[in-house]
Every structure is written in structure tokens, then in C-alpha cells.
């Protein structure tokens, strides 16, 4: 191209790319003021027409003029504000910006929110919490999981709801409220690590199934079969083998658990030789274990188990055939454990 006739044509197009920033910037500040002004209403539909009217504006320095009203705004306004940043972060371009937001020198945007889960109001506590979700900065992990070792089970509950959508690791920072929790907090973060399948933190869980509350025992036993790998299977053997009759089936569970990830033979052998150590009055607690194994050989066990067995051990084979009914892939197959159950 023309050096000469580049130079025109920058001519040309400055004054117009000048006056569409202009423009722009003339609407944002528009938008920003009708906002602040709205946030200052006590018509809640005033303020959701501003914030309607203001997010197609919606940049860095709107938002850092937002974030200086809500630091002084009443609890209703706050949670209009929060509840207007979780949307605004639906976006992928707002939601970096609103990570990296700086209100003032030594003041970043994640700090002003997390200041807003120390208000005694519930609403605005619960609109924080949903707004550090959507902006998923990784310093909000640690804020949100140390309200677990809040005594206000309803903060507890913010923060579980909170964590449980949070996208980012969250184990760790669980894993270590949950021993200075109450019990409201220890629950939450057992079933936090389940719903995440936080194996590396598996200890964290058994370590509360020697907790003195029934219910966060409870909720550990629970909390067992999503965080248990194959490394942990002689270990649930030998605690099933020992346990109370109401934990059996959650440790059940946790040892079938264990072995998901083996293929059918491998489990079939790690089953059948626990089955041995265990003796003739315990081996019936691995019946359902040896039913999910997939192994051909499972089904002649349990035959001879349901055939000959003791009361105990006949149950349990009972509901192990029902479990290889259900996996059955042949017609004979089914036939004959129906046959063998209706006797």
C-alpha cells in the first residue's frame, strides 16, 4: 500500500473511531450514574430496571463504582448488587475482569466481597457466597471454607451450597475445616469431599468415624464409598469385619467401592481370598461384594452358599443373587436364578 495513501485513510477513519469511543464512554458514564443513583432508591424495580439498563455498559470502572456503593449500601441493596455481579460473571470476559478488579490501592474486588459475608444479614451473606461462585477466584475457596467452622449452622449451610458449585479444587481447604468444625460443619464437608470423590483425602473422612457424634459418624460412613480407591481395601475389610450391624452396609458399599476401577478377576480374587480370611461366620458379609465382581465363578458361590447355608449367610446370599439377577445378560441365566430363589 501507498505510504501516502495509508496516511489518508488513517485521516480518514480517525475522527470516526475517536467519536465511537466517545460515544461509548459517554454511554457507560450515562448508565453508571442512572445506577448509582437507582442504588440509593428504596424501589427495589427501580433498582432492577438500572441494572438492566447499566450491564450492556458494564466495564472495569463501572464496577469499581458499584463495589464503593455496596461497601456503604443497606443490606437490600447489597444483595441487589451481589445478586447483579453473579449474573454479570455468567460472561467470561466480565467474570476475568471482575477476578482481577481493583476498587482502590491495597483493596482488590475479591476482598469487598468477602467483607460481605461478615454482615449479620443472612441474604447478604448468601449473595456473596453465590457471587464468589460465579467469579470463582481461587482465594474465595479458603474464605467460604473456613465458615465451616462457623457455630451459625445457617453459614454453614451458605457455605456448603457455595462450595459445592465452586469451580476450582476445594478439597484441601475442606479437609481442613472439617477437624475445627462443629458438627453441622463436619457433616457439610463430608459431603463435600464425597461430591467432589476426594480420594487424596480419604484419611480426613475415616478420621471422623471415630468422631463421638452419631450423626457425623453417620455421615462419614456415608461419605465412604465416593472417596475410598483400591489401596484402601484391606483396611475397610478388616472394618467391616468388625463393625456394628448398622455400619455394615455403608462399609459394604465402601469395599465394592474400592474395587470399581479392578477388572472382574481381580476382584473376584481379592474378594474370594478375604472371604477365606474371613472365616465361615463373617465371609457372608462379602456375598454383595462377590455378586458386583461381574466374575462367571460368583454365581456357583453363592448358589452353594443360598443352598447350604445358615440363616444369616442364606440372606445374604439371597440379596447377592438378586444382585447378579439384575446384571444377568442371558435369558437361561435369569431362568435359573429365579428358579434357584422361588424354591
Not at 71 to 79: M, S, W
Not at 195 to 211: I, P
Request: glycine residues 4%; proline residues 5%; aromatic residues 6%.
Amino acid at each position: 500500500m501507498n505510504i501516502r495513501y495509508f496516511y489518508l485513510l488513517l485521516f480518514l477513519l480517525l475522527p470516526g473511531t475517536f467519536a465511537s469511543v466517545y460515544a461509548q464512554n459517554k454511554a457507560e458514564a450515562a448508565a453508571t450514574k442512572q445506577l448509582l443513583a437507582a442504588l440509593k432508591s428504596p424501589d427495589r424495580t427501580q433498582r432492577a430496571t438500572a441494572f438492566e439498563a447499566a450491564s450492556p455498559y458494564a466495564d472495569t470502572p463501572m464496577y469499581i463504582d458499584v463495589y464503593k456503593a455496596m461497601i456503604k449500601a443497606k443490606p437490600e441493596v447489597k444483595t441487589d448488587i451481589l445478586q447483579w455481579i453473579t449474573q454479570e460473571a455468567a460472561d467470561l470476559e466480565k467474570k476475568e475482569k471482575l477476578q482481577r478488579l481493583e476498587i482502590k490501592f491495597d483493596l482488590p474486588g475479591t476482598q469487598v466481597l468477602a467483607n460481605q459475608l461478615k454482615t449479620p444479614d443472612n441474604h447478604v451473606k448468601e449473595a456473596a457466597a453465590q457471587a464468589m461462585t460465579a467469579i470463582g477466584h481461587p482465594d474465595f475457596i479458603g474464605v467460604l471454607s473456613g465458615m465451616l467452622s462457623s457455630p451459625d449452622n445457617e453459614e454453614v449451610t451458605i457455605a456448603q451450597k457455595a462450595l459445592s458449585t465452586f469451580p476450582g479444587d476445594i478439597d484441601r481447604a475442606v479437609a481442613r475445616a472439617i477437624p475445627q468444625a462443629a458438627d453441622a460443619g463436619k457433616i457439610a464437608g463430608l459431603e463435600l469431599l464425597a461430591e467432589r470423590r476426594a480420594n487424596a483425602n480419604v484419611h480426613t473422612v475415616f478420621d471422623q468415624l471415630k468422631s463421638a457424634s452419631p450423626a457425623v459418624r453417620k455421615a462419614a460412613l456415608v461419605a465412604l464409598k465416593d472417596v475410598v480407591s483400591a489401596k484402601d481395601f484391606t483396611l475397610l475389610a478388616g472394618m467391616l469385619e468388625s463393625a456394628e450391624e448398622d455400619a455394615i452396609p455403608y462399609l459394604q458399599q465402601a469395599v465394592m467401592a474400592s474395587l470399581d476401577v479392578q477388572d472382574p478377576a481381580t476382584r473376584f480374587d481379592a474378594v474370594t481370598r478375604r472371604m477365606i480370611l474371613a472365616g465361615e461366620n463373617k465371609k457372608h458379609l462379602y456375598y454383595t461384594a462377590l455378586a458386583t465382581t461381574g466374575a462367571p465363578d460368583a454365581l456357583p458361590l453363592l448358589t452353594t452358599a443360598y443352598q447350604n447355608g445358615q440363616p444369616l449367610a442364606r440372606e445374604a446370599a439371597r440379596e447377592a443373587l438378586q444382585i447378579v439377577l439384575e446384571k444377568a445378560t442371558t435369558d437361561d441365566e435369569r431362568a435359573a436364578i429365579r428358579q434357584l430363589l422361588e424354591e
